[in-house]
């Protein structure tokens, strides 16, 4: 399997590893920490055997994916493991996603994601992980008492293998 995820510049992900941490060091689930899992919206994920192909569409996305701005304005919760904060789906991520769905889809033998599809696309970043319903309580609790909406910007793009992760390309925004 394949992700393509975007990455932010330093403020936002000092604020979203803030809100990471909270959840790890309050719940004692410590997924997100010690898997070392970084602030990010995956924007697509896919399974293909033409790595090759893969790597030269996303090389070719470099001058079609500018930085842009969020509006983080949620909480939420995949039920029952899942804690998140999601940005609204404004034009700039709703044209990045699509730009990224366009650059892969005629890749021989690529499988996209069912949620990562136009219009199926639900943009999130995970705070807490594998959370029991206890620490989802916790986890919900801490979110209520510190989250306030607030603005990001994505600043880069990579693709990365899973299993074992390993990042292929990365391009800067």
């Given at each position: 399997?394949?992700?393509?995820?975007?990455?932010?510049?330093?403020?936002?992900?000092?604020?979203?590893?803030?809100?990471?941490?909270?959840?790890?060091?309050?719940?004692?689930?410590?997924?997100?920490?010690?898997?070392?899992?970084?602030?990010?919206?995956?924007i697509s994920s896919m399974e293909t055997n033409n790595e090759e192909a893969?790597?030269?569409?996303?090389?070719?996305?470099?001058?079609?994916?500018?930085?842009?701005?969020?509006?983080?304005?949620?909480?939420?919760?995949?039920?029952?493991?899942?804690?998140?904060?999601?940005?609204?789906?404004?034009?700039?991520?709703?044209?990045?996603?699509?730009?990224?769905?366009?650059?892969?889809?005629?890749?021989?033998?690529?499988?996209?994601?069912?949620?990562?599809?136009?219009?199926?696309?639900?943009?999130?970043?995970?705070?807490g992980k594998t959370l029991s319903k206890e620490e989802m309580s916790c986890?919900?609790?801490?979110?209520?008492?510190?989250?306030?909406?607030?603005?990001?910007?994505?600043?880069?793009?990579s693709l990365a293998r899973t299993k074992p992760y390993k990042e292929l390309?990365?391009?800067?925004?």
């Amino acid at each position: 399997m394949y992700l393509i995820s975007a990455y932010f510049d330093e403020q936002t992900n000092k604020q979203l590893s803030h809100y990471i941490n909270q959840i790890a060091n309050k719940t004692g689930n410590t997924f997100m920490t010690e898997n070392r899992v970084p602030p990010h919206i995956t924007i697509s994920s896919m399974e293909t055997n033409n790595e090759e192909a893969l790597l030269s569409r996303f090389g070719q996305l470099g001058t079609k994916l500018p930085q842009g701005s969020l509006q983080f304005v949620s909480v939420g919760t995949f039920f029952p493991y899942v804690i998140y904060v999601t940005p609204v789906l404004n034009a700039y991520l709703q044209t990045m996603a699509e730009e990224v769905y366009q650059a892969v889809i005629d890749i021989d033998g690529i499988k996209i994601g069912k949620y990562y599809q136009p219009m199926q696309w639900f943009p999130h970043v995970t705070l807490g992980k594998t959370l029991s319903k206890e620490e989802m309580s916790c986890a919900f609790e801490i979110m209520q008492n510190c989250f306030v909406p607030f603005e990001g910007k994505l600043t880069s793009v990579s693709l990365a293998r899973t299993k074992p992760y390993k990042e292929l390309a990365y391009i800067s925004l």
